[in-house]
Antibody, heavy 122, light 110 residues
Framework: EVQLVESGGGLVQPGRSLRLSCAAS????????MHWVRQAPGKGLEWVSG????????GYADSVKGRFTISRDNAKNSLYLQMNSLRAEDTALYYC???????????????WGQGTLVTVSS | QSALTQPPSASGSPGQSVTISCTGT?????????VSWYQQHPGKAPKLMIY???KRPSGVPDRFSGSKSGNTASLTVSGLQAEDEADYYC??????????FGTGTKVTVL
């Protein structure tokens, strides 16, 4: 059974940093691209970032480019999101999502975690 | 990377059909056959319902179908059932390793 378990969320002050993790199990992690998708409270979905199976291709939404860094450790079956210079508008539930492909050029998210909540507030 | 435009709401009676539109540009929806649709029930993670415009993942009922014309994609739910009441989001590859979601549509089964 595919499982994606996010962790690392919490309350953080504006301008500070946070690192999210996603532990994957139930599939061959390094056969698939992975993504982060967020959802602000009561709002819609927003794609944040994606990384190919071998970290060779990475993409970011304009809203986080230069502040967030996605990475993965295939030996640990884990996905990460380093979030720096956090803003109030980054407040959201952050989902880890598995792609159906190796690369991120045609993403389809077939499995999702339950999300980890990030709240940016002073 | 502007969000794709969807109607805020749509509704239909049980057994009827409802169609949701998703309008983008030639840089996303119109430029690639990589449009997907997700269903999200309250408090739950999204579920992939359609990918690559019109393909259904295993386990998704054939009541769900997708299509695309120009810069607009559509999701049709035929034979509406109570469990179809949810939020629906379209999404599209937008080039340069980026991806964009739609604004979301709340489907109500009357």
């Amino acid at each position: 059974e595919v499982q994606l378990v996010e962790s690392g969320g919490g309350l953080v002050q504006p301008g500070r940093s946070l690192r999210l993790s996603c532990a994957a199990s139930g599939f061959t992690f390094d056969d698939y691209a992975m993504h982060w998708v967020r959802q602000a409270p009561g709002k819609g979905l927003e794609w944040v970032s994606g990384i190919s199976w071998n970290s060779g291709s990475i993409g970011y939404a304009d809203s986080v480019k230069g502040r967030f860094t996605i990475s993965r450790d295939n030996a640990k079956n884990s996905l990460y999101l380093q979030m720096n210079s956090l803003r109030a508008e980054d407040t959201a539930l952050y989902y880890c999502a598995k792609d159906t492909n190796l690369g991120i050029a045609a993403p389809n998210f077939d499995y999702w975690g339950q999300g980890t909540l990030v709240t940016v507030s002073s | 990377q502007s969000a794709l435009t969807q109607p805020p709401s749509a509704s239909g009676s049980p057994g009827q059909s409802v169609t949701i539109s998703c309008t983008g540009t030639s840089s996303d929806v119109g430029g690639y056959n990589y449009v997907s649709w997700y269903q999200q029930h309250p408090g739950k993670a999204p579920k992939l319902m359609i990918y690559e415009v019109s393909k259904r993942p295993s386990g998704v009922p054939d009541r769900f179908s997708g299509s695309k014309s120009g810069n607009t994609a559509s999701l049709t739910v035929s034979g509406l059932q109570a469990e179809d009441e949810a939020d629906y989001y379209c999404s599209s590859y937008a080039g340069s390793n980026t991806y964009v979601f739609g604004t979301g549509t709340k489907v109500t089964v009357l």
